[in-house]
């Protein structure tokens, strides 16, 4: 087989691909011939060696990917073998071929193809987690989502807009045209226009049920003060700890001097009537029940035709570089993917 390894914290350069051989799955294990593999800022944060949950460099990251399974291990039926699936995959996915645990597998529908299914699990699961699990959208309720160009922001918008909210997307002026055809209602640069002032006028002065931010920092303060009473921001990322392509740890302390603290004590939360809570996919892999009942009901969404992932960009195992220059730069609208 052949894997990209981040070789040693860095600028997307150490990325290398290397050869090994085939895995052979152990009880419990499917082996897939991977098609493509998901590409997620997590991938960059591993490579610049800030990841908390890195088991350590060197190591192949990835945690999504869709391919065919060739082989089955111990205990598993061998009906399995030829199927085309999609997988959840805790790293290794940066593989042409990986094996994974069973309940972390999943049939592909037939018209669902394998760069579809990689761009499914990471982007889709935590979506919903924030929209729908934890930050409770309900029909007529108004979501503003920052990124809202990138593989989760129009994850949430599909399944917002499923829900029958309305949804302020935050991105660069040439993304918008787009993010309208997927369903966004208002878009805003907040580069070119005061953000908290336009939500201000959209809401009328009331502010949004619900923010999902991915920024940290200073960010959180001002999604904070764009909430409405009982409105609720949801935190699933630290993409100002990252300023440059490679480490720069005075960056990562000055993005957390500039997270609010005070904003978020009880007694504060307790007289705004608000709420404020945090997503990490990352840390969920062992809440196996949990995760396969979220994608039965993304699957369902999906053959209703609610939502359909957007791919950006696929570039060759060999391109790993290149991919990560490509998400770091901003250049994506949608997912980002591998292809051996």
Not at 75 to 80: E, F, L, M
Not at 88 to 98: E, L, P, R
Not at 264 to 277: Q, R, S
Not at 315 to 335: P, S, T, V
């Amino acid at each position: 087989m052949r894997q990209v390894w981040i070789t040693k914290a860095g600028r997307p350069e150490v990325l290398q691909v290397k050869d090994a051989p085939d895995p052979a799955p152990v009880a419990g294990e499917v082996r897939i011939r991977v098609e493509a593999s998901g590409v997620n800022f997590a991938d960059i944060l591993a490579r610049l060696g800030i990841y908390p949950d890195l088991p350590g460099l060197p190591a192949v990251v990835g945690y999504e990917v869709a391919g065919r399974v060739d082989a089955v291990g111990p205990g598993v039926d061998a009906q399995w073998i030829g199927r085309d699936v999609f997988a959840a995959t805790h790293f290794g996915g940066y593989s042409d071929v990986i094996c994974a645990p069973q309940d972390q597998v999943f049939i592909r529908p037939a018209d669902m193809s394998a760069e579809e299914g990689a761009a499914l699990p990471v982007n889709y699961l935590t979506a919903w987690q924030l929209v729908v699990v934890m930050g409770a959208l309900k029909p007529g309720e108004t979501m503003l989502v920052h990124s809202a160009g990138g593989g989760v922001g129009i994850a949430a918008t599909q399944i917002a807009k499923h829900l029958g909210a309305r949804v302020i997307g935050v991105a660069s002026q040439w993304k918008h045209a787009e993010l309208e055809r997927l369903g966004a209602d208002w878009f805003i640069d907040a580069r070119a226009e005061p953000l908290e002032a336009r939500v201000k006028d959209i809401t009328k002065g009331r502010g949004v049920e619900l923010v999902l931010d991915p920024n940290a920092g200073s960010s959180f303060k001002r999604s904070f003060r764009m909430l409405a009473p009982t409105g609720r921001l949801g935190m699933f990322g630290v993409s100002s700890f990252v300023n440059a392509k490679e480490r720069d740890l005075l960056n990562v302390l000055r993005a957390l001097i500039a997270t609010p603290l005070f904003q978020f004590m009880p007694m504060t939360l307790i007289n705004a009537n608000k709420g404020v809570f945090g997503v990490n996919l990352g840390r969920m892999w062992g809440e196996t029940d949990r995760l396969r009942r979220w994608s039965t009901d993304l699957l369902a969404l999906w053959n209703a035709g609610a939502i359909r992932p957007r791919i950006d960009k696929a570039f060759a195992l060999e391109e790993a570089a290149l991919a990560h220059h490509y998400l770091q730069d901003r250049k994506n609208l949608g997912k980002v993917l591998l292809k051996p």
